[in-house]
Nanobody
Framework: QVQLVESGGGLVQPGGSLTLSCAAS????????VAWYRQAPGAQREFVAQ???????SYADFAKGRFSISRDNTKNTVWLQMNSLQAEDTAVYYC???????????WGPGTRVTVSS
């Protein structure tokens, strides 16, 4: 089991950058696949990026070339670096973790990102 908490959200101007952090507590973080999701106002939650235990990454189409997910298992932390942010990226961003061999998931409470001039 892990517990997750996101941080790094805030207000940023269009074209700017933010780096979100997902800090995990608990055992065996290196055995978890970690992903970022987001939920814009009035919209459904959507997938943003994923990093597997081996380090393989995948991204939603809107994130390719702009966002980068990374992890450091010694620090129990996953980051989402977001560049060239636009108003459409405004959302609450959530961290998700699941054990590599199961479909069970753990969610963080989310961190709000607002892109506005």
């Amino acid at each position: 089991q892990v517990q997750l908490v996101e941080s790094g959200g805030g207000l940023v101007q269009p074209g700017g950058s933010l780096t979100l952090s997902c800090a995990a507590s608990g055992n065996s973080f290196n055995m978890y696949v970690v992903a970022w999701y987001r939920q814009a106002p009035g919209a459904q939650r959507e997938f943003v990026a994923q990093i597997r235990t081996i380090g393989t990454t995948s991204y939603a189409d809107f994130a390719k070339g702009r966002f980068s997910i990374s992890r450091d298992n010694t620090k129990n932390t996953v980051w989402l670096q977001m560049n060239s942010l636009q108003a459409e990226d405004t959302a609450v961003y959530y961290c998700n973790a699941r054990p590599v061999y199961t479909a069970s998931t753990t969610w963080g409470p989310g961190t709000r990102v607002t892109v506005s001039s």
